[in-house]
Every structure is written in C-alpha cells, then in structure tokens.
C-alpha cells in the first residue's frame, strides 16, 4: 500500500520561505509524475509545480520563480522550496503522485501553509 506523507507546512511570513517535502513509502514505480498541488480558502484544487522521472518541471505562472520543485528518486521523496512567499499561497499543499505506466494515482493528506502578511 503507497502513502505519502507530506511535512514542512506552517506559518510563514510574507517574503519568507517554507520548505515542503513528500516522502513516499509502499510499492511505486520509479517512473512517474510527482506533484504539488494546493487548495486555497473557498478555491478549487490547482497545480503548484510537477518533476517527472527525467526532472523534466512545470510550474503554475503564480510561483514560476519563487518556488522550485525537486526530487530524490531513490528516497521516493518530491520537496517544494517556497520563497518570496505571498498571502495567497496561502492554502492546503497536497502532494500526488502517478505512475506512468499504469496511471494509479497516489494523493497526500495535505498539509497547511499559511502567509502572514
């Protein structure tokens, strides 16, 4: 059975930094998508950022440049480096995970970030 367990979330202040990490455990293929996704006050669910297995990145335009995704293959392990934080980072950080070859679809329990301005 896959979990993944997410830890770094917390207060943070505006124009500082937050470091996220996910770490998986279980059963899961080393080629997949690892993600963050979040979920503000009263907001749908959005991407964040997302590293495949070669650390190919995609970013949301609201972080591109303030927040870098990276992974440790090996540890099973996706890491969000937040700076420059804003207020409206503020929301649930969720971490995914989806194997490429057989699409199943691994979700964090989230974790809260919250921005004071």
């Known amino acids: 059975q896959v979990q993944l367990v997410e830890s770094g979330g917390g207060l943070g202040q505006a124009g500082g930094s937050l470091r996220l990490s996910c770490a998986a455990s279980g059963s899961i293929f080393s080629d997949n998508v690892m993600a963050w996704y979040r979920q503000g006050p009263g907001k749908q669910r959005e991407l964040v950022a997302r590293?495949?297995?070669?650390?190919?990145?995609n970013y949301a335009a609201s972080v591109k440049g303030r927040f870098t995704i990276s992974r440790d293959s090996a540890k099973n392990t996706v890491y969000l480096q937040m700076t420059s934080l804003k207020a409206e980072d503020t929301a649930v950080y969720y971490c995914?995970?989806?194997?490429?070859?057989?699409?199943?679809?691994?979700w964090g329990q989230g974790t809260q970030v919250t921005v004071s301005s």
């Open positions: 590293i495949d297995d070669r650390s190919n990145k």
């Open positions: 995914n995970v989806v194997e490429i070859k057989t699409a199943r679809n691994y």
